[in-house]
């Protein structure tokens, strides 16, 4: 067990949809990262919070969103749904602000976009 | 954009055999790290490696850094069976993560 819990587990939702993930870092992690993970793409970094700040931007859709709120905890925002956004979602933590610490990854969400 | 390139994509290998997986990078960076990946599950991190010439050892598994080479390897020594997963690298270019293709790696007992 990581310490990063992620809901929902698994979540099925149409085209067109909007669906929130949910992300708890470990306690005391202050940044928390977002990824996808697809067999098309495989792994893709979508976007990093530093302490309720946006750090880093990777291969987030503009349909996309997240944010990190004052407890720390993030949320991943998705919107107009694709087939093509089924996929893994992950978040991860770390204690710093730069990516040289060790993250953790929380179970995933499995989204299915029908 | 940065492209890691991973390779065997797949490898099988006898228990008690040695190999070494490769990752690539198209642009300059000290930061990379490797991750296992078992079926179904999420990522879990081995290590992180930030400087050239870095070198660092968990059990059977041990990882390394050229920087100059843009090269890092992951080397498995004596595999077992529990070694059975997916292993990835992933290179950190201003705080985003750019992953390669990852590496199966099968231990046949």
């Known amino acids: 067990d990581s310490g990063v819990t992620q809901t929902p587990k698994h979540l099925i939702t149409a085209t067109g949809q909007r669906v929130t993930l949910r992300c708890s870092p470990r306690?005391?992690?202050?940044?928390v990262y977002w990824y996808q993970q697809s067999l098309d793409q495989g792994l893709q970094f979508l976007i990093q919070?530093?302490?309720?700040?946006?750090?880093a931007k990777g291969n987030i859709l503009e349909r996309f969103s997240a944010q990190q709120f004052p407890d720390l905890h993030s949320e991943l925002n998705l919107s107009s749904l694709e087939l093509g956004d089924s996929a893994l979602y992950f978040c991860?933590?770390?204690?710093?602000?730069?990516?040289?610490?060790?993250?953790?990854f929380g179970p995933g969400t499995r989204l299915l976009v029908l | 954009e940065l492209k890691v390139e991973q390779n065997p994509l797949f490898l099988s290998m006898q228990e008690g055999k040695n190999y070494t997986i490769y990752c690539n990078y198209s642009?300059?960076?000290?930061?990379l790290y490797w991750y296992r990946q078992d079926p179904g599950k999420s990522l879990e991190s081995l290590f992180v490696l930030l400087s050239n010439g870095a070198v660092k050892q968990e059990g059977r598994l041990m990882a390394s850094l050229d920087t100059k080479a843009r090269l890092s390897t992951l080397h498995i020594t004596a595999a077992v069976h529990d070694l059975s997963a997916t292993y990835f690298c992933a290179v950190d270019m201003g705080h985003q993560f750019y992953f390669g293709t990852g590496t199966s790696l099968t231990v046949i007992p």
């Open positions: 991860a933590s770390s204690g710093g602000g730069g990516g040289q610490e060790t993250q953790y």
């Open positions: 306690s005391g992690d202050l940044s």
């Open positions: 919070y530093y302490n309720g700040e946006e750090r």
């Open positions: 642009t300059t960076s000290d930061r």
